[in-house]
């Protein structure tokens, strides 16, 4: 099951996101949906069938409680990603905030720290480039987002250049409670969530997919030229030195 679980729900959720862009309105919502919670299912079962039931359930605390905690401050006072609101195409929500939304800081900010573990030795240091990260997906994920019309922000200025309808400021707190989320799971996982494994590399498959596939959205299917520059440039920084070590130096499924 540690081999088989995570390939399997890595295809579904590559699948999914492939049939995302060829699809439109309600249907494509819905894809949005189901690519979330696979990538939810992926992260803390490979969390939890690699490194055991404490690291899944830091994952969970830091990550799921933890992103709808900010979520729910967010929207509430506009601290720390300004002031914002969420449409009601994602699904229900909890005082305020699409119940998928948790999920996905969980999705991404697993793989973030795999990778983080493989580029740097120090735990800061992992702490930092696995937040740099994280918060770099964000390049890509708001424009497409905002763009969909499932949240919109009441000030949205000053923007990045061809990025227009997200705050500059949102980015920096996305970085900010970036580093809150790394630095609880590694003080929560203690050295269970330090090791390097051979099971982990369907996360970092994940982790490169997840960066390729967006620069070719954006840039291609979605008409989002500008994040797919910005996000290609600022996510790269962080994915493509790991992905040169890793064609270096292979590690065995």
């Given at each position: ?116 573990l493989r580029l740097a030795r120090s735990r800061p240091a ?128």
């Open positions: 099951m540690v081999r088989v679980l995570p390939w399997a729900l890595l295809g579904a959720l590559v699948l999914t996101q492939i049939c995302y862009p060829l699809t439109e309105g309600g249907l494509r919502a819905g894809l949005t949906v189901l690519t979330v919670v696979l990538g939810y299912l992926l992260s803390v079962a490979h969390a939890l069938l690699t490194r055991g039931a404490r690291t899944a359930a830091a994952l969970i605390a830091t990550a799921t409680l933890g992103g709808f905690a900010v979520e729910a401050l967010g929207v509430a006072t506009g601290f720390p990603f300004g002031t914002y609101v969420y449409s009601g195409q994602l699904g229900p929500k909890l005082l305020g905030v699409p119940l998928i939304i948790p999920l996905a800081w969980t999705w991404m900010a697993w793989p973030a720290w795999l990778a983080a992992r702490i930092a480039l696995a937040a740099a990260g994280l918060a770099a997906w964000d390049l890509f994920l708001d424009p497409q987002m905002v763009a969909e019309g499932y949240w919109t922000w009441e000030s949205p200025t000053p923007a990045l250049p061809g990025v227009p309808g997200i705050p500059i400021g949102n980015y920096l707190g996305w970085l900010g409670f970036a580093v809150v989320l790394m630095a609880g799971l590694a003080a929560a996982t203690g050295a269970r969530a330090d090791t390097v494994r051979p099971g982990d590399t369907p996360m970092l498959v994940l982790w490169w997919w997840t960066y390729a596939s967006s620069v070719l959205a954006h840039a291609v299917f979605l008409g989002l030229p500008a994040s797919a520059l910005w996000g290609g440039v600022l996510m790269g920084a962080v994915v493509l030195p790991l992905a040169a070590r890793r064609a270096r130096r292979p590690v065995p499924a």
